[in-house]
């Protein structure tokens, strides 16, 4: 059975914060247990903050083309661009929400390297085996509505390939490929919420084979050759 944790109690995450401490002062970890963070509070730690006033749209605006790696689309002030992380999503992940008013959060320059992180701090405090996944909050081409996905990840499978698996028919797939950590993130979300003060989300109960060194940018982020849409 799995289960979903809200990481309740948290202070304000600051720049200089450890992560890993904060976690483990509200929460008792067990094994192949996977504590999603969320993309502010990793932001937050890194100092990833910089001035902006929200109601300068020209600043605005170049904040997030100095965050894109190229511009897909504009739409008055929304900007669909990639980031230089690969990423596509909206702003280039600048965000105003849930930060003091006059600043912006900007995603963690390496978010893979950032899970690696929480994660070994985790693991040097308590010797368990741990995933640790980063979320932040996407839309989807041709899909209504938000869900959190994952940005960066250590310790747990990004991707389960069950190609050459059998389906429930007996049938065998061909390119049946689970993003797991989206999966991950999403579900947490669900313990989360989007406007509760709750950080971080402890998922237990997944299948201890996918607990593994794995990289959301090397194994999520499809490469342009490979994008029929490009």
Do not use: Y
């Not at 405090?125 to 995933?131: I, K, Y």
């Not at 899909?143 to 049938?171: N, S, Y």
């Not at 989300?201 to 940018?217: C, Q």
């Amino acid at each position: 059975m799995i289960a979903l944790l809200p990481v309740e109690g948290l202070p304000e995450v600051r720049p200089g914060d450890e992560l890993a401490d904060l976690v483990l002062r509200a929460v008792q970890l067990e094994d192949h247990d996977v504590v999603v963070v969320t993309q502010k509070a990793v932001s937050k730690a890194e100092g990833r903050l910089v001035a902006l006033d929200e109601g300068d749209a020209a600043a605005r605006r170049r904040l997030i083309w100095s965050e894109s790696r190229r511009v897909l689309r504009e739409r008055g002030s929304l900007v669909i661009s990639e980031t230089h992380h690969g990423f596509v999503c909206a702003n280039a992940g600048v965000d105003l929400s849930n930060v003091a008013r006059g600043q912006a959060a900007l995603l963690p320059v390496d978010p893979d390297r950032s899970a690696r992180h929480i994660r070994d701090a985790l693991h040097a405090r308590t010797g368990l085996v741990l995933g640790v996944v980063i979320s932040d909050t996407f839309g989807r081409p041709w899909r209504a509505g938000l869900t959190d996905v994952a940005i960066g990840c250590a310790g747990i499978a990004a991707v389960v390939d069950l190609r050459g698996t059998q389906d429930a028919l007996g049938r065998p797939l061909a390119a049946t490929e689970v993003c797991t950590v989206d999966e991950i993130a999403a579900a947490a979300e669900l313990a989360k919420g989007k406007a509760t003060a709750v950080p971080a989300v402890v998922v237990r109960g997944l299948d201890k084979a996918w607990f593994r060194e794995s990289s959301v940018r090397a194994e999520v982020v499809r490469p342009h050759r490979l994008d029929l849409f490009w």
